[in-house]
């Protein structure tokens, strides 16, 4: 008798997250993909094209494997929009960079390096500059904890797929 009990328990709880995932796949659904999206074939064409063409050479220039990909948690995601936020910023720009041959981990590797913009009027045409964080007014009062940076795979590679999804 109380496995039956057991079972119709269980059988509810199914259900309920049955019906709920149900909801939040629904609630996705509503919302349109980005402008700027760019669907799994074309971005595995494009990742396809940079190893070909690019990959290949930094490698045999370092020695050994370059970054192929580089990884941010959410967390950093939106500190970098809430940067863009304090900054009265218009968006993101990424450098690419190299880690120095000193550098004990990543020596010589590729690297993003991401600076918030803001829109400044050059000739009044609409143009979007670097904001050097370090040099805003209020940055000796913000500095808290060290910063942190995106991980680079290679070597760092947590066993996720490096050439585009799925």
């Not at 940079?50 to 050479?57: A, L, S």
């Not at 590729?110 to 143009?127: A, D, F, G, Q, S």
């Amino acid at each position: 008798m109380p496995e039956m009990t057991y079972k119709k328990r269980m059988s509810k709880s199914y259900l309920l997250t049955f019906q709920t995932t149900n909801q939040m796949a629904e609630d996705k659904a509503d919302k349109p993909v980005p402008s700027f999206f760019v669907g799994q074939e074309v971005a595995q064409k494009m990742i396809n094209n940079y190893v070909d063409k690019k990959y290949q050479n930094a490698c045999k220039h370092l020695g050994k494997e370059d970054t192929r990909s580089v990884w941010y948690t959410k967390d950093h995601i939106e500190k970098l929009l809430k940067e863009i936020d304090i900054s009265n910023g218009s968006g993101l720009r990424f450098y690419f960079g190299a880690y120095g041959d000193d550098h004990k981990e990543f020596a010589g590797q590729t690297c993003l390096i991401v600076y918030p913009t803001r829109k400044k009027y050059v000739e009044n045409k609409p143009v979007d500059i670097d904001i050097v964080v370090e040099k805003e007014d209020s940055f000796p009062n913000r500095i808290q904890e060290g910063f942190n940076f995106g991980r680079p795979c290679p070597p760092k590679c947590d066993g996720a797929n490096t050439g585009g999804g799925g």
